[in-house]
């Protein structure tokens, strides 16, 4: 299958600390999903883009589309405790031939209060 | 209120005896995905319908079955559960167009004694 690879594995930082990670891939994407999962629940999604060089934002979280369309990152501004969990990024290809969402590997964020 | 909605939230099973475990969806998406997620891995698609079209993964299983009998239900029966079955069960819809997002339900957490 397709390969997002996600970096960095796993983050521990101070809170209050800004955070980045991202997701890149050999392939063109059209569409690029981040998503936190924290134990025992579903996937939530965090941000939705579209369009190469989007930037979006929601609260402390920004995402962006990156330009070649082969990567996205995530930020997070001034950790707080309850950001802690598995953030996944999700994409699906260019063209797309059908349903399917490919995801990355996954960072495991840790904050220490 | 939960969007996509799966029952029950944790599963027991005997080895060899067969489960199903049950989403359904408020969205009225057409595309409804189910997958597997093992611990702090990234969820891997079983199958999904695209309004009653199924679509299987082609290393999925056959001990994994679905069904959707209508555009709100879809359906995961394990036939024969294994030990290695023992995960959690993701279930997911999208629209289509301009709604290219995935929503998750909250899992199901399958344990096979």
């Known amino acids: 299958g397709q390969q997002l690879n996600q970096s960095p594995q796993s983050m521990f930082i101070q809170e209050g600390e800004d955070v980045s990670m991202n997701c890149t891939s050999s392939?063109?994407?059209?569409?690029w999903l981040w998503y936190k999962q924290e134990p025992g629940e579903g996937p939530v999604l965090l941000i939705a883009?579209?369009?190469?060089?989007e930037l979006t934002s929601n609260g402390r979280l920004t995402a962006q589309f990156g330009i070649t369309r082969k990567d996205s990152f995530l930020n997070i501004s001034a950790s707080i405790p309850s950001d802690v969990g598995i953030y996944f990024c999700a994409g699906q290809l260019e063209p797309n031939t059908g349903n399917q969402f490919y995801f990355g590997t996954g960072t495991s964020l840790t904050v220490i209060p | 209120d939960a969007m996509v909605i799966q029952n029950p939230r944790y599963q027991v099973t005997q080895f060899g005896k067969p489960v199903t475990l049950s989403c359904s969806q408020t969205l009225n998406h057409n595309v409804m995905y189910w997958y597997q997620q093992k611990s702090s891995q990234a969820p891997k698609l079983l199958f999904h319908?695209?309004?009653?079209?199924?679509?299987n993964e082609a290393d999925t299983p056959d001990n994994f079955q679905s069904r959707r009998p209508n555009t709100s239900f879809c359906f995961l029966d394990i036939r024969s559960p294994g030990l290695g079955d023992a995960a959690m069960y993701l279930c997911?819809?999208?629209?289509?167009?301009?709604?290219?997002?995935?929503?998750f339900g909250a899992g199901t957490r399958l344990s096979v004694l």
């Open positions: 319908y695209y309004d009653k079209d199924f679509n």
């Open positions: 997911a819809t999208r629209g289509t167009g301009a709604n290219n997002i995935q929503y």
């Open positions: 883009l579209y369009k190469a060089g």
């Open positions: 392939s063109i994407f059209n569409t």
